[in-house]
């Protein structure tokens, strides 16, 4: 008598974060997308933050979770942005620095 057990094996990969464009340089008055990706499994869920502790720029949504959406940027948008997954085994953050070039904001 030969007896089979199916078995499932799941593999934890842990969050590992991807940023492109470092560092983001854009201009004020225009609309600016930070991207954020990890190949987790299970699959990441997405915070943004500013590195220096102030509050994310007004009218700043998540889209998708992992995309961070400043619209119409003004100077003081510019900084440093972070963000981190977390997949609940494990968690890993990029840092973005954005710099806005243009006049004076109006």
Known sequence: VIASVDTTL????LPQVTISQLPLTA???EDVT???QSNSFPVSTYNWSRVDGA???GG???FVGYELIIPVAVSSDA????CTADNGYGTDTGTYLLTLHGGVDG
């Open 10 to 13: 799941t593999v934890i990969v």
């Open 27 to 29: 201009y004020v008055q």
């Open 34 to 36: 930070l991207t954020c």
């Open 55 to 57: 509050a994310l720029p």
């Open 60 to 62: 700043a949504t998540f």
């Open 79 to 82: 900084g440093e942005y972070q």
